[in-house]
């Protein structure tokens, strides 16, 4: 793999991976971080905005800094998870890009090849992709990094449930457990020790559910003033827009986060074949066909009115 013989070939290694990181996002960048170190490697893991909390179990996480630091002269940058260069936001701007290998290793089809190299494949998570780099450098695979590597996967296949699920995702998650790693404590940190405020909230979310388009879109929202202003971390909503998706019926949910004055963060997913990831795209954002999302400008009830109107559009035309 033209990836592994590149890593092999240098010292000092910047790791980043998206804004608003996901499971996925934090899990690849410390699997990266722990299998780097384990070959003797300097490496740092930076991420332009904190790690949820959720995710502070996994191994290393207190290591993330949130800035390269200025000594540091990486001859690699590894960008994980984004389809896009911006999606890493501010710690691009913080290494010379013109005196370094940049590797992109991602699983999103829109993803643009914006690096000197690119290993850019079809499957579940960022995970997955991390797993054969490590394989393919002749590393076994440790705890700590089977740890990181089994939250990316559980998280970005919605805990094995997705159609992007396949024999591959499994067939990692069991070597994992086959390591010693307990699926159900895994679940447990990651999806079931969330803040009792994430019901509050959820709470009033869902009173203004509404379903359409035959009912086959639901959708809802959270504005700035329900999290009462008391310094709760956006992340605290992370997969609000999983819970129309149970709706019978429902084939497109979508789940709208007030982020600044007439500013809307979309979240979007589908059942079977609707492509969320095509109406994200009309709006400047990306995904996959199943999990989607963009940014969009406007009045709320402009920007749900834009948005449920292409997704409806989209569904009649499946
Ligand atoms: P989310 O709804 O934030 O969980 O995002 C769902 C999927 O869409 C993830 O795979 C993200 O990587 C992708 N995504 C979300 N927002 C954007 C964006 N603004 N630009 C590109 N891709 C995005
Ligand atoms: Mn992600
Ligand atoms: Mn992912």
Known sequence: MRISEEILKHQRFVVTTHVEPDGDAVGSALAVFHALQSLGKDVVVCLADSVPPLYRFLPGSYEIQRKVPLEFLPECVMVLDCSELRRAGDIINQVDLRSVVLMNIDHHNSNTHFGDLNLVEESAATGELIYNIIKDLG??????????????????????????????????????????????????????????????????????????????????????SMFNGNGISPSIVEGFVNYPREINGVLVSVFFREKGDNEYRVSLRSKGDADVSAVAQLFGGGGHRNAAGCLVEGNFEAVREQVLRRICEVIQGT
């Open 139 to 224: 590393i076994s695979i440790s705890q700590e990094m089977g740890i990181c590597i089994y939250t990316a996967i559980l998280t970005d296949t919605g805990g094995f449930r997705y159609r992007n699920t396949t024999r591959q995702s499994l067939q990692i998650a069991a070597e994992i457990v086959g390591l010693g790693v307990n699926p159900g404590e895994i679940a447990e940190k990651a999806c079931e020790s969330y803040p009792v405020e994430r019901f509050q909230i959820l709470g009033k979310a869902l009173q203004n559910l509404r379903v359409g388009c035959g009912g086959k879109v639901a959708d809802f929202f959270v504005s700035r």
